[in-house]
């Protein structure tokens, strides 16, 4: 059965680096794009992005560029999201999703809980 | 800022329906296909709907969608206490180049 499981929560201090990671497994790893969705506490959902899986290109949406990096390692079927120079509004849970097609999420993480304070 | 409008909240006695707008323009829903999010209190969202109108397996036909122009529907019918949730509505915009989701509706079971 197709399996999405993420690594758990992380805290980091204001300035820091955090990566994500997002397994997959249960389906051809390269036939679904990755998608990231973030959500902060007690907010909607924000869709962050996507990675497409044949070339590792990442397309990022508008408040996620610069700090935000999607990634792939297809040898082990995992995608990451790291995120640099963490600022408090960063804390939110991030979840990785698959995409059936355009903003079709089928099957999600389990979500992962960054929170960053001094 | 969402560029999909729902409403914060909805809620009926079990056994009745409720229904969860969701409004956009013609550069998201008018133009792409929409789908709905059920999320639990603690756990990641789960597809209720797809293009439009269709049920994933294993979703109950008590949950229903519609779109028609700019806005789209979720109706869940025979409310059930286990239906408490946040719902979401999501598409692709097409000017934004993005993916985008509704601001969410909390559904009440009184």
């Known amino acids: 059965q197709v399996q999405l499981v993420q690594s758990g929560s992380e805290l980091r201090k204001p300035g820091a680096s955090v990566k994500v990671s997002c397994k997959a497994s249960?389906?051809?790893?390269?036939?679904?794009?990755m998608n990231w969705v973030r959500q902060a506490p007690g907010q909607g959902l924000e869709w962050m992005g996507w990675?497409?899986?044949?070339?590792?290109?990442?397309t990022y949406a508008q408040g996620f560029t610069g700090r935000f990096v999607f990634s792939l390692d297809t040898s082990v079927t995992t995608a990451y999201l790291q995120i640099n120079s963490l600022k408090a509004e960063d804390s939110a849970v991030y979840y990785c999703?698959?995409?059936?097609?355009?903003?079709?999420?089928?099957?999600w993480g389990q979500g992962t809980l960054v929170t960053v304070s001094s | 800022q969402s560029v999909l409008t729902q409403p914060p909240s909805v809620s009926a006695a079990p056994g009745q329906k409720v229904t969860i707008s969701c409004s956009g323009s013609s550069s998201n829903i008018g133009n792409n296909e929409i789908c709905w999010y059920q999320q639990l209190p603690g756990t990641a969202p789960k597809l209720l709907i797809y293009e439009n109108n269709k049920r994933p397996s294993g979703i109950p036909d008590r949950f229903s969608g519609s779109k028609s122009g700019t806005s789209a529907t979720l109706g869940i019918t025979g409310l059930q206490t286990g239906d408490e949730a946040d719902y979401y509505c999501g598409t692709w915009d097409s000017s934004l180049s993005a993916g985008v989701f509704g601001t969410g509706t909390k559904v009440t079971v009184l």
């Open positions: 990675i497409n899986m044949h070339t590792g290109n990442p």
């Open positions: 999703a698959r995409d059936d097609q355009v903003v079709r999420f089928n099957y």
């Open positions: 249960g389906y051809t790893f390269t036939a679904h794009s």
